[in-house]
């Protein structure tokens, strides 16, 4: 298997609808044709705090500070109990979302996104590579619904239009920004090539 020294980390993110999990999923089954290990994961996990929150979305959310912890909570402890200890044995490990969303979901102004992301990177590592689909809010919805999801409590349009504004306001090192809706295959390609040349770059 072909170990990568200190592991590679990979974001795929976007609003509700954007293609996330298509391209996580597309995404794994490359590398471990390639003879990589690799761990998907998603955010909010299924673990203790993100299974509160996961429900909450179609029951009720939590009023914004107890959301905002939970979404701490769950990040602390997948980084800890899952995403430090892969990249230490050298996996590519592959997110469906990270404290971007928070930053999205989260936020009013400018001023919450900068200082939910400072927040997180204290203890989160930043990805090596950060892909953000981008798709117009109408159509994210429309998939949801086209694939027999009804929206829920994070998915009005205008909370969508809201985290969509602010997945194209970031610019970092490793960011790359997608058109989502193009076709599958081409957003996987451009995913998939831009990821193997940063892992070729870690292990030269």
């Known amino acids: 298997m072909n170990k990568i020294p200190g592991g590679l980390l990979i974001v795929i993110e976007g609003i509700d609808g954007a293609g996330k999990t298509t391209q996580a999923a597309l ?13 998907m994961s998603k955010e909010p996990t299924c ?8 429900e909450s979305a179609a029951a009720g959310r939590f009023s914004p500070q107890e959301e905002h912890a939970l979404f701490i909570a769950d990040r602390k402890d997948h980084v800890e109990q899952v995403i430090q200890p892969a990249l230490r044995e ?3 490990v592959i997110l469906d979302r990270y404290f971007y969303s928070m930053a999205a979901y ?3 102004t400018d001023e919450d996104v900068a200082a939910i992301l400072a ?3 204290v203890f989160a590592p930043i990805p090596d590579c950060l892909f953000l689909l981008d798709v117009n809010p109408r159509q994210g919805i429309g998939r949801i619904r ?3 999801d009804a929206p829920n409590s994070f998915e009005s349009e205008t909370q969508l239009t809201h985290a969509a504004k602010v997945f194209r306001s970031i610019q970092q090192s490793g960011a790359v ?23 070729q770059r870690k292990l030269d």
């Open 27 to 39: 995404l794994a089954q490359y590398f471990g044709q390639m003879g990589y290990p690799v761990l």
């Open 47 to 54: 673990r203790k705090w993100g299974a509160m929150l996961r």
């Open 90 to 92: 050298g996996l590519v």
């Open 106 to 108: 989260q936020s009013k």
């Open 119 to 121: 927040e997180n990177e």
């Open 146 to 148: 086209a694939r027999g």
């Open 177 to 199: 920004h997608l058109d989502g809706t193009a076709p599958v295959a081409k957003v996987h390609q451009e995913i998939r090539d831009y990821s193997m040349q940063v892992a």
